[in-house]
């Protein structure tokens, strides 16, 4: 094969084929489902790994008690102090 019979893709500018709908061009819509079926796994292997639990409360998504949404926070617990007081 010389280089003047390598076929480049009008969608993508890569050579060895000439339509988007071949199975080697990077922008078919056929190759773009496999990408995004494989994100997902990765993206829930990567977060079932990458969770956090809180040392005090146990719970996932935060590492602290200071966290806002910790149940143990201090601040969390003056506020629903201040919120029982009868006005």
Same mark, same amino acid.
């Given at each position: 094969?010389?280089? &003047?019979?390598?076929?480049?893709?009008?969608?993508? &500018?890569?050579?060895?084929?000439?339509?988007? @709908?071949?199975?080697?061009?990077?922008?078919?819509?056929?190759?773009?489902?496999?990408?995004?079926?494989?994100? *997902?796994?990765?993206? /829930?292997? /990567?977060?079932?790994?990458? @969770?956090?639990? $809180?040392?005090? $409360?146990? *719970?996932?998504?935060?590492?602290?008690? @200071?966290?806002?949404? $910790?149940?143990?926070?201090?601040? &969390?617990?003056?506020?629903?102090?201040? *919120?029982?007081?009868?006005?």
């Amino acid at each position: 094969m010389n280089n &003047n019979s390598i076929v480049f893709c009008a969608s993508c &500018n890569e050579p060895g084929h000439s339509r988007r @709908t071949s199975r080697l061009c990077r922008l078919n819509p056929r190759n773009q489902v496999d990408n995004d079926v494989q994100m *997902e796994d990765a993206q /829930q292997q /990567q977060s079932s790994v990458n @969770t956090v639990y $809180c040392s005090a $409360c146990n *719970e996932p998504g935060h590492s602290r008690r @200071t966290f806002a949404r $910790c149940r143990l926070n201090p601040r &969390n617990m003056n506020l629903e102090l201040d *919120e029982e007081i009868p006005s």
